[in-house]
């Protein structure tokens, strides 16, 4: 009796799992068939899964047209530039913020904390109005009025750096307490100074938090379509996501709707991040779990 | 061994020089990069306060109101609404995402070899853009051509139209983020529940507790950090959240499920009445900093009480 319910116990766990599972994922099946419908096919069908009777892979290809690769190349660049100076940064930062002992260095490891809980909504705006009032550029005054600043320029995607990247850098300094300060002593008696005791000791000996650093950034770099979105309008300039955020706001107004284009666009800007979490799972996975506790 | 004591037979005059150079080097490293965040960063929360006390379309020079912003969104308009709109919605959002994920959470806290399928599905939908899966919810929702529509005709029942509603775009709202966000506060969940110690459950399965006391007396106890930490990043989240509604519902039925802070973000990148999205932006700031300071001090006084 009691073998009886257990096995009932599992595999009712497994029918719920299943289900959670299949909904978890069904969007983005969704997403996968009704891009390779045409555009005719998919208005008739209306399906939860708009299977095509003859799938336009064509559709996919719509990336590969000298407009359509600019902003999958920009979402590219972008990601790879972030990733890259936002793991110098923790290093840099997160190694001389656990191991030096100097003047302000509380204050500096507060003020990191403290701007992790600090609303986004109160720079968001100002932070766009400020890119607007640049002096000197897009046409702007030495006071920063009569042009239009950085709007619309593809240095703003590439300038600001958000202070939420700081979390990083905290990160860095916990995996810093884990590794002995032997190999760092062993260093500097073998004469190696600042540069050479972190590039030939600390980037070998912590490569794993660095991944775990450099896949999380650029999995929400990637991800990030808000400040193209609000900060650029030529979609030339623009991030393949942002430009999908344009697309899909203009979905709730009225006039014509080319869904498929939509849904292949998404399935493309999905393939990266998919690549990224299959292969390194663990990294993000730990990157989320270690915010959490040691945050 | 015997080269670390060299360092220190060194005397206290290199000792001095050590960290003053230490000092020069971590002011080096830090200062350019706190400089630049804060030109990004802390600037425009300056900016954004004082924005708040003007009157500015970012044509013209601003003029200085004072207080006018701020008493009209007190007064006039329909700010205060927004503003509790917010509230009630990203509180069912949050409270529905926090419950449910611990539920999988202890679902998944299990042995077996499809776990990990399952932590993975759990995961999968936030590491896609909210404006690349949620025109999947638009199309779907769509009362003439919509798959929901259409599964509801199969079923036999009336078709819904959804975007006429306020009931069912808010559902569909909270649907969207919980969708989105369960995966990774169950993978925090998880990672608390598997840091308590094994050696606890054992005992009280000794004393013969029950499957509810040990979660009653153990687990939830131990998860006290991780569950401050999904509320509190949930709270200053919520408050903020505009992207779901601006994709899902831009507002309608009638303006009924717009918020305070897709009003704020349309103030500012669309009608440009910056001096009224400074002031609406300040308070929703600072209400959701409140909200943060509440629950904390809610935490923190029943822990102590706990403890005494």
């Known amino acids: ?295 | 061994m015997s080269g670390m004591s060299a360092v220190k037979l060194r005397g206290p005059e290199k000792t001095i020089t050590r960290a003053m150079r230490e000092a020069r080097i971590a002011y080096w490293v830090i200062i350019p990069f706190f400089v630049y965040i804060a030109i990004w960063n802390l600037l425009p929360l300056l900016l954004g306060v004082l924005m708040g006390f003007t009157e500015y379309n970012a044509l013209t020079m601003p003029t200085w109101v004072g207080l006018r912003n701020y008493i009209r969104f007190f007064t006039q308009g329909d700010y205060l609404t927004l503003l509790w709109r917010q509230v009630w919605i990203g509180l069912i959002c949050l409270s529905l995402n926090t419950v449910l994920s611990f539920l999988i959470a202890l679902a998944l806290n299990i042995k077996s070899r499809a776990k990990g399928f399952f932590r993975t599905s759990m995961y999968i939908p936030a590491i896609a853009a909210v404006s690349v899966t949620s025109a999947v919810f638009v199309s779907l929702l769509d009362p003439l051509t919509g798959g929901a529509n259409r599964f509801l005709a199969g079923m036999g029942i009336d078709p819904i139209t959804w975007n006429h509603s306020q009931f069912w775009m808010v559902f569909w709202v909270v649907v969207y983020f919980i969708w989105r966000a369960i995966g990774p506060a169950t993978i925090i969940w998880l990672g608390g529940l598997q840091g308590i110690d094994p050696s606890l459950y054992e005992a009280a399965e000794v004393d013969g507790a029950s499957a509810i006391k040990k979660v009653r007396y153990i687990t939830l106890p131990g998860l006290r950090f991780v569950a401050s930490y999904i509320i509190l990043t949930g709270i200053i989240a919520v408050m903020q959240m505009f992207d779901i509604i601006m994709f899902l519902t831009a507002g309608n039925p009638f303006g009924q499920t717009d918020t305070l802070m897709f009003r704020i973000y349309r103030y500012g990148a669309v009608t440009f009445n910056l001096g009224m999205a400074g002031a609406a932006g300040t308070i929703l700031g600072i209400v959701t900093l409140l909200f943060a300071v509440v629950y904390f001090k809610i935490v923190l006084h029943r822990e102590a009480r706990e403890d005494a």
């Open chain 1, 1 to 295: 009796m009691h073998k009886v319910t257990a096995v009932g116990l599992r595999s009712l766990w497994y029918i719920v799992m299943l289900a959670i599972a299949f909904i978890m994922l069904y969007p983005f099946i969704f997403s996968l068939l009704a891009g390779l419908n045409t555009r005719t096919e998919f208005g008739h069908l209306g399906a939860l899964f708009p299977v095509p009777s003859e799938p336009v892979w064509s559709n996919l290809l719509i990336i590969f047209t000298p407009r359509g690769i600019r902003p999958v190349l920009n979402t590219f660049m972008r990601t790879a530039w972030y990733t890259i100076i936002v793991c110098i940064m923790s290093v840099l930062m997160g190694y001389v913020l656990s191991r030096y002992n100097f003047k302000g260095k509380k204050f500096f490891i507060t003020a990191i904390l403290t701007t992790q809980v600090i609303p986004g909504v109160l720079t968001l705006i100002p932070a766009f109005v400020m890119m607007a009032h640049i002096p000197f550029v897009g046409g702007n005054n030495w006071m920063g009025m009569g042009g239009r600043g950085l709007i619309n320029n593809s240095l703003a995607i590439y300038l600001p750096l958000g202070w939420t990247f700081l979390i990083w850098v905290f990160l860095f300094m916990q995996a810093m307490k884990g590794l002995p300060r032997g190999f760092e002593e062993a260093a500097e008696i073998d004469g190696c100074g600042f540069w050479r005791t972190i590039f030939q000791v600390i980037i070998p000996m912590q490569l794993p938090i660095i991944a775990v650093i450099a896949v999380n950034v650029a999995l929400g770099v990637w991800n990030d379509w808000l400040i193209p979105f609000m900060y650029i309008s030529d979609i030339q300039r623009s991030t393949l996501p942002a430009y999908l955020g344009q697309l899909v706001a203009a979905l709730q107004r009225f006039g014509d709707r080319d869904y498929p284009r939509i849904f292949a666009l998404s399935t493309v800007a999905i393939i990266p991040p998919f690549i990224i979490f299959f292969f390194l799972q663990r990294y993000i996975i730990q990157g989320i779990a270690s915010a959490g506790i040691k945050g």
